[in-house]
């Protein structure tokens, strides 16, 4: 039977983190973002003063990837999202990270959350959610959230943002941002995130 994995797939700012970190506390399981590896990367390779689809130099950023790198506070924000988003379409950089991720599931059993963890990195995963949410209602998520942190944003200029990353992880080659095919769909966009949590909860235990 194997360690107990739980794929969290979906959109940019669908709110899968906080559910899949929620899910993982009341499971008991351990829990990765793994959207923050390419976020490290993206920022190693911005750090360099280079340009994050140069291959080359984003490759070496990920394998250089220490703990440390994950641990820090400037890993979120329109320069590190795009960063991300960029390195995340070079394969070798997916490669890199692969083993890391499936070696965390592995070990005692794991939530995972990102993009492709229910099609690539665990094809095999014992619960799959596709979390989403229109995407008028992720960029006024988005919104807020920022200007709780004191970050200044437009509103309008936050939707696009939105936009653009979702169309270049969903239109990239390689590990493209879709529902695997045994991913159950959680639309959250009438749901706060309480009832979200609650309704994702039940499904991830009917098929526990
Ligand atoms: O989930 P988050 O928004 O932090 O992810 C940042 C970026 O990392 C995404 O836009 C996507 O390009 C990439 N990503 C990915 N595969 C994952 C997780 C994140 O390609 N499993």
Do not use: C, H, W
């Not at 949410?133 to 970050?151: D, I, K, P, Q, T």
Request: hydrophobic residues 50%.
């Amino acid at each position: 039977q194997g360690a107990t994995v739980i794929a969290v797939d979906g959109p940019a700012a669908a709110g899968k983190g906080t559910l899949a970190r929620r899910l993982a506390e009341a499971l008991g399981l351990p829990f990765l973002d793994t959207g923050l590896l390419y976020r490290a990367v993206g920022r190693r390779v911005l750090d360099a003063g280079a340009d994050p689809r140069d291959a080359a130099i984003a490759e070496a950023a990920a394998r250089a990837l220490t703990p440390a790198d994950l641990e820090r506070t400037d890993l979120r924000g329109p320069m590190a999202d795009m960063a991300a988003s960029a390195v995340a379409a070079i394969p070798a950089v997916r490669a890199a990270l692969l083993d890391f991720q499936r070696a965390f599931g592995r070990a005692r059993g794991a939530v995972l959350d990102g993009r492709d963890i229910g099609t690539v990195v665990f094809p095999d995963a014992r619960v799959k959610l596709f979390v989403t949410a229109s995407v008028e209602e992720r960029a006024r998520r988005r919104f807020l959230e920022l200007r709780g942190r004191g970050v200044a944003a437009d509103p309008a200029q936050v939707e696009a943002e939105i936009r653009d990353r979702d169309a270049q992880d969903a239109n990239r080659p390689v590990a493209p941002l879709r529902p695997a095919e045994d991913a159950v769909i959680l639309d959250t966009t009438a749901l706060d995130a309480e009832a979200a949590f609650a309704k994702a909860l039940a499904l991830v235990r009917e098929r526990l």
